[in-house]
């Protein structure tokens, strides 16, 4: 059985870059803008920055330039809709949101491993919807996290290894896994059929190991 | 096949109350402190109030008091623990969270239409488990449902039709709900495996039917 180890220490709240996890890209969605020092750090240290253009005019206003804007236009002032034309890439797809406009803009340009920030805390359906999606991104090649002003999701498929601190606060979200199975978290795993039924799980060492097959989310909480 | 009429109109923006759907007691749980209007009147006309612990400190402070505070007492200052010692009810169980803790106490005293306010908006794992705990309410016999600032959450079960406003955003969450289809819905539903897939749909006029075998939750949006 394949394992491989996951490394969301990179993204953890001691700032250790750990085995070069650092993104190639940052998305930041339309969700709530970031508070939490993580991913305000993880945002001012991006290499490449997607802004959904509903976040665009506050990533302006704090005088950052995005390397592109991504959305219909219409959430953006006409004042940056001018002086960004040259940035502003329209996508009038009303079959997806901006935050999976945005991860398909990277996709094809052949960035792979992508952070999303700002994506959640407004609408709790936009909220759901934003998180889940990370599953689908996992699917289609891209190597996806979201970090929040809470913690970090990670999309994962059948048996993985993660980094933790002892004593975080972990909860796991089923997409059809089976057979779902821990090692090092407090409690035991189950194959779910509802969300509530994966949280509050806690990690008892530096480490944990998900052993399942098929899709699931972990969310460590910093 | 049996239909049901839900008028999630009695939390209305508008607020017209109809049919009686007032509830019986109102639950302030321990996410963000509401902010919009409506779960704000809510709370304020509520007939029987519980606090969990983690937001009574917030809703004392603005001078009101109570029915019951249920917790583990932890989340309250020393001044308030002491001051309202009498209508503290301490729950050590570390099966549930405070949410469920307040649902099954109110549950057992005979209340069942109640409204859950403050759920949603700080760590995204809780949000995901309160959100979901309401398949589990229904399941209970509760008549529940879920107000925040950007809409309502109604669990439900088999068909059954909704009222709305035309025109107004709505996403349907499938927790195992077979032959899903809609009427009265801009989008067609499927038999979805993925939380996004059911998001951004929106009513073409004052009521919609959803039709299915199974549980499912509702979101409308204000």
């Known amino acids: 059985m394949e394992e491989t180890t996951e490394h969301p220490a990179s993204c953890s709240v001691t700032g250790s870059e750990s085995v070069g996890l650092k993104p ?16 305000l750090r993880i945002l001012a240290e991006a290499k490449f920055t997607v802004c959904c253009d509903g976040a665009a005019d506050e990533y302006i206003a704090q005088g950052k330039t995005p390397d ?12 940056n809709r001018e002086r960004f034309a040259s940035i502003i890439h329209y996508v009038s797809d009303q079959e997806t949101n901006d935050q999976t406009k945005a991860v398909r803009y990277l996709r094809q340009r052949g960035f792979r491993r992508i952070t999303i920030v700002g994506a959640t805390g407004k609408r709790e359906d936009h909220t759901l919807g934003n998180i889940s999606l990370l599953i689908e991104y996992m699917r ?18 059948n048996t993985r290894r ?11 979200f089923s997409f059809g896994a089976s057979e779902l199975q821990a090692e090092g978290l407090a409690y035991p795993l189950s194959d779910f059929n509802n969300w509530w039924q994966g949280t509050l799980n806690q990690a008892k060492s530096a480490e944990f190991t998900i052993r399942c097959q098929g899709d699931y989310l972990v969310f460590l909480a910093f």
Do not use: C, K, W
């Open 162 to 172: 993660f980094a933790a601190q002892p004593g975080q606060q972990i909860s796991i």
């Open 68 to 79: 592109i804007i991504i959305g219909d236009g219409d959430s953006l002032s006409p004042e």
């Open 24 to 39: 190639e890209a940052v998305i930041l969605a339309n969700g709530e803008y970031p508070v939490h020092p993580l991913p």
């Open 140 to 157: 289609s090649g891209m190597d996806v996290r979201m970090v929040t002003d809470y913690g970090i999701f990670v999309p994962a498929r």
